[in-house]
T-cell receptor
Framework: AQKVTQAQTEISVVEKEDVTLDCVYETRDTTYYLFWYKQPPSGELVFLIRRNSFDEQNEISGRYSWNFQKSTSSFNFTITASQVVDSAVYFCALSEAGGYSTLTFGKGTMLLVSP | KAGVTQTPRYLIKTRGQQVTLSCSPISGHRSVSWYQQTPGQGLQFLFEYFSETQRNKGNFPGRFSGRQFSNSRSEMNVSTLELGDSALYLC?????????????FGPGTRLLVL
């Protein structure tokens, strides 16, 4: 069965610090998909990135970057020069092939960025 | 394009009652999934509908049910409410044409059972 572990329950940083959110996943499938979502206090899950298991290329989008390593089953998310608006709960999720895009979520990491 | 919409946004019910939540997907999306979010269990998958058929189901009791209409709008129903059903219920939509599609979430319905 698939599983996603986000070991960091809560992280507090000061504005402009870099922060990395860890995500470790378990799956027996060779084809799978990984996602990151952001949940601000309003509650809506906001999609950030999608990666399939065949694409290990790291991605950078503005202050956000993602490091996907199949060898360690990890898909870590780094925010560079954090801002107060980055404060939210971040979820890593896994979807397996044949699962109709059903997501298995980690428990989430609450990020608090203070000014 | 308008995003996923959910109604109502907030609900207060008492134990034993039933409740119906509604979700309208992004235009053109034919798959609708429902998730329950609680502080203790986190985000858990309830079920997924595509073309008015339930394609996938999570590990929830039969009190939780859903349906999808021909316009892809979906409803979920919880009968005989229990205190533990208090949660944020999130609906997500995707095209529904393949695996690993990005799911786009609505703002959720916060249900409080007293």
């Amino acid at each position: 069965a698939q599983k996603v572990t986000q070991a960091q329950t809560e992280i507090s940083v000061v504005e402009k610090e870099d922060v990395t959110l860890d995500c470790v996943y378990e799956t027996r499938d060779t084809t799978y998909y990984l996602f990151w979502y952001k949940q601000p206090p309003s509650g809506e899950l906001v999609f950030l990135i999608r990666r399939n298991s065949f694409d290990e290329q790291n991605e950078i989008s503005g202050r956000y970057s993602w490091n996907f390593q199949k060898s360690t089953s990890s898909f870590n998310f780094t925010i560079t020069a954090s801002q107060v608006v980055d404060s939210a709960v971040y979820f890593c999720a896994l979807s397996e092939a044949g699962g109709y895009s059903t997501l298995t979520f980690g428990k989430g990491t609450m990020l608090l960025v203070s000014p | 394009k308008a995003g996923v919409t959910q109604t109502p946004r907030y609900l207060i019910k008492t134990r034993g009652q039933q409740v119906t939540l509604s979700c309208s997907p992004i235009s053109g999306h034919r798959s609708v999934s429902w998730y329950q979010q609680t502080p203790g269990q986190g985000l858990q998958f309830l079920f997924e509908y595509f073309s008015e058929t339930q394609r996938n189901k999570g590990n929830f009791p039969g009190r939780f049910s859903g349906r999808q209409f021909s316009n892809s709008r979906s409803e979920m129903n919880v009968s005989t409410l229990e205190l533990g059903d208090s949660a944020l219920y999130l609906c997500a939509s995707s095209l529904g044409s393949g695996d690993g599609e990005t799911q786009y979430f609505g703002p959720g319905t916060r249900l409080l059972v007293l």
